[in-house]
Every structure is written in structure tokens, then in C-alpha cells.
């Protein structure tokens, strides 16, 4: 989706959300783990920071660097795609335009058509392409 310079910055902010997102949850897994090991009900006696907060931010974060991390690379990797991709789809779009017979007749080495140009086969007496006399 974005310029280039765009997806840089996504590139480098997606992950470093991603990461903090993890370090939520592991900060949440700690806690949970000290709730169920101390005798201290740890989980509704924390004055500095609490779990639930911590999941929610958690949340966030790695919804964001997901986000940003799907529109850094989605951008670079489809317009690769399509850049890769599009050479063959338009021959085939041009071969259904024009005709997939028309060029795959053979070319002779006979005279050339007066009206189209196209190389007659020996001997033939008619234009392969546009079927005037030759
Ligand atoms: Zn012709």
C-alpha cells in the first residue's frame, strides 16, 4: 500500500511492535506464573502495572505490528507478483485478441503476399493471413 519510504518504516515499526506485543504477554505469563506459585494474590495487589492492562496493550501491539508488518511486505511481494506475472498475461491476452492461428501457421519461403507481406508457403496460390492471391 505504501511508498517505498513507507514500507521501510513499517518494516522496521511493524516488527518492533510485534516484539513489544510478546513481551506483554510474557510480562502476563510471569504474572500468572507468580500468582499460581506465591501465596500473595499478586494479580489484584500490583500498584505499578497491571496483567490486565498488560493483555490489552498486549492485544494492540501485536494487532498493530501485524498490521504494519502485513502492509510493509504485502506491498513489495504482490507488485512482485504482478511484475513477475504480467509479461505472460498479456501475451496470452494478445494471442486471445488477435488469434492464436494467426502466427502459428509456419512462414514459408515462397513469394510474399502484395497485400499483407506475410511469406506464402511453396506454391500456394492464396495469402495464408489475408487470402489474396499471392
Ligand atoms: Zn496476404
Known amino acids: 500500500m505504501a511508498s517505498p519510504q513507507g514500507a521501510r518504516v513499517l518494516r522496521v515499526v511493524g516488527p518492533v511492535l ?19 506459585t506465591e501465596p500473595a494474590p499478586v494479580l489484584t495487589n500490583d500498584p505499578a502495572f497491571g496483567v490486565t492492562p498488560a493483555i490489552f496493550l498486549g492485544i494492540l501491539l501485536l494487532g498493530g505490528g501485524f498490521q504494519a ?18 509479461p505472460a498475461l498479456e501475451v496470452s ?3 486471445a485478441r488477435e ?10 519461403s515462397g513469394p510474399a503476399c502484395a497485400a ?6 511453396p506454391g500456394a496460390q492464396f495469402c495464408d493471413r489475408c487470402g489474396a492471391a499471392v
Open 18 to 36: 510485534l516484539a513489544l506485543g510478546v513481551l506483554c504477554f510474557g510480562y502476563v505469563l510471569v504474572r500468572f506464573v507468580q500468582a499460581a
Open 69 to 86: 508488518t502485513w502492509w510493509a511486505y504485502l506491498g513489495p511481494a504482490s507488485r512482485y507478483v504482478a511484475r513477475e506475472t504480467a
Open 93 to 95: 491476452a494478445r494471442a
Open 99 to 108: 488469434g492464436w492461428t494467426e502466427d502459428a501457421r509456419p512462414q514459408g
Open 116 to 121: 499483407c507481406g506475410r511469406v506464402a508457403r
